[in-house]
């Protein structure tokens, strides 16, 4: 069965270090999110791509937080430099682009963030 | 902008049904997505609304109201695996961005 792949599952970072996070969505899915979920808190969009251009992107902290996902299939999210605030779990989904409207969102198992 | 609303908390009895409801407000709504979240897991997909009207899957069932901006999740038959957080999701088209935006989910935990 497909998956989203996502690395790495942990990631232990000191502060003001620079911190990067790899997605490879299902083959085929136009559409790639990247979330930031805190501990108790629903999933919070950071950025969202249709093929290789950012669709949205209002929520995502530019002075520290970059994404690209260059030839429209994986993407990278970074963030230069961390601060104790980004600990958390680190979500890329994808979903597929129907005429109606994308299907629902898969995702993958998460990148969980501790800056310390 | 965007508002999704949930209750933060559920607690019900095991081979009860319980209801989770969501209200939400969007400048273009285009479809509402019900997501279970296990402690620790990534959400996984329960059910799509893009009409009114109740749809039912097995022991789950979810109903949408776009006039009203609402849903709810009904599960039935509970069983202490459904113990997990319930996640509202709405795709908005406001701006023509089609974003996919999440409620702060409803824990819910089931008891013997």
């Known amino acids: 069965e497909a998956e989203v792949a996502q690395s790495p599952r942990y990631k232990i970072t000191e502060k003001s270090q620079a911190v990067a996070f790899w997605c490879d969505p299902i083959?085929?899915?136009?559409?790639l999110y990247w979330y930031r979920q805190i501990l108790g808190q629903g999933p919070e969009l950071l950025v969202q791509?249709?093929?290789?251009?950012?669709?949205?992107d209002s929520q995502l902290p530019k002075d520290r937080f970059s994404a690209e996902r260059l030839k429209g299939v994986d993407s990278t999210l970074k963030i230069q430099p961390a601060e104790l605030g980004d600990s958390a779990m680190y979500l890329c989904a994808s979903s597929y682009v129907r005429f109606q409207g994308d299907t629902e969102a898969f995702f993958g198992q998460g990148t969980r963030l501790t800056v310390v | 902008g965007q508002n999704i609303d949930q209750p933060t908390e559920m607690t019900a009895t095991e081979g009860a049904i319980v209801q989770i409801n969501c209200t939400y407000q969007?400048?273009?709504?285009?479809?509402l997505f019900w997501y279970q979240q296990h402690a620790g897991e990534a959400p996984t997909f329960l059910s799509y609304?893009?009409?009114?009207g109740l749809e039912e899957k097995g022991r789950f069932s979810s109903f949408l109201s776009r006039s009203k901006g609402y849903s709810y999740l009904l599960l039935k038959e509970l069983q202490m695996k459904d113990s997990a957080s319930y996640l509202c999701a709405v795709r908005d088209f406001g701006g023509n961005t089609g974003k996919l935006i999440f409620g702060q989910g409803t824990t819910l935990q089931v008891k013997p």
């Open positions: 791509f249709q093929d290789e251009s950012v669709v949205d």
């Open positions: 609304n893009v009409l009114d």
């Open positions: 969007t400048s273009g709504f285009n479809g």
């Open positions: 083959s085929g899915h136009a559409t």
